[in-house]
């Protein structure tokens, strides 16, 4: 008697896979100033690597009172997808082994850890070579200083727009995770959406520069999607404060009136610190 055909487990999106999969905490993420926990989720015969940062391990930030980093890394998610390029990971909040918190995919470089080399570089010089945007002058010791630039890359280019859109506090190099299959993804995302601007990123190569058309297409779609009582308006009020909400639009408008990369305000530091 021959053995029964062995049937395949059904699909299943890596969104569901993190809402409804069970988590097992692997490891500590040790750098992070907040709790990350490195975990695997395993759902009907899938399983993955993932990130969970319990909302019980963040730490209170005075300027960001309302909500919680959870909500704004899912929020972050939301609007990267909506504007429809995909460059945060697959983003979730659910229940874990130590409450309530956001899981996000892990994604793996190419050799296995994040490598944001081919994207950031300190050149000697006052110009960035062919390929690359700069961004300052950067302090490298012995009173000594280089050029910071980054990569001319669409990816990072897309990515400028969004952080801009999100209103990003904490744009660091180590926030690149470039992957095996060409796309570049970007992580930690809990310090956005403040009602105030708190632009501060490694990415200002593109300063001032006209928005290619491919951005203002996305612009123009996510400001309609944005619309009052939209299911992504009303996906948004589940995470982050109408007052909040209300900025967001203003900044998709103000960067479709201008049609231009946004600028250092000039009222505070605009690159993070340390920028890694």
Not at 23 to 48: F, I, K, M, P, W
């Amino acid at each position: 008697m021959s053995a029964p055909e062995r049937i395949p487990p059904r699909s299943v999106t890596p969104h569901e896979l993190l809402a409804k999969g069970e988590l097992t905490v692997r490891g500590q993420v040790r750098d992070a100033s907040n709790a990350v926990l490195y975990c695997t989720v395993e759902y009907e015969g899938h399983s993955a690597a993932c990130v969970y940062k319990p909302v019980a391990g963040e730490r209170p930030l005075w300027d960001f009172p309302d909500g919680t980093l959870a909500q704004r890394e899912v929020a972050a998610y939301e609007l990267s997808e909506a504007m429809g390029w995909g460059l945060v990971p697959p983003t979730v909040l659910r229940d874990g082994p130590y409450g309530p918190g956001m899981c996000q995919l892990w994604i793996d470089a190419p050799d296995g850890e994040a490598d944001e080399s081919a994207l950031l570089a300190l050149v000697e010089g006052e110009e960035p070579g062919p390929g690359w945007k700069a961004v300052g002058y950067a302090d490298v010791g012995e009173d000594r200083t280089a050029l910071l630039v980054h990569a001319d890359d669409e990816r990072l280019r897309r990515l400028a727009v969004l952080d801009a859109v999100i209103n990003n506090g904490d744009r660091k190099g180590g926030h690149l995770l470039p992957a095996a299959d060409g796309r570049l993804y970007a992580i930690d995302h809990g310090v956005t959406f403040n009602a105030d601007d708190k632009l501060r990123t490694l990415l200002w190569g593109w300063a001032g520069e006209p928005l290619p058309e491919e951005a203002m297409e996305a612009l123009r779609r996510l400001s309609a999607d944005l619309a009052e009582g939209s299911p992504l308006a009303r996906r948004l009020a589940e995470l982050i404060t109408p007052a909040e909400i209300d900025a967001l639009r203003e900044r998709v408008a103000e960067l479709l009136r201008t049609g231009r990369h946004r600028e250092p305000s000039g009222q505070w530091p605009a690159i993070p610190w340390p920028p890694v």
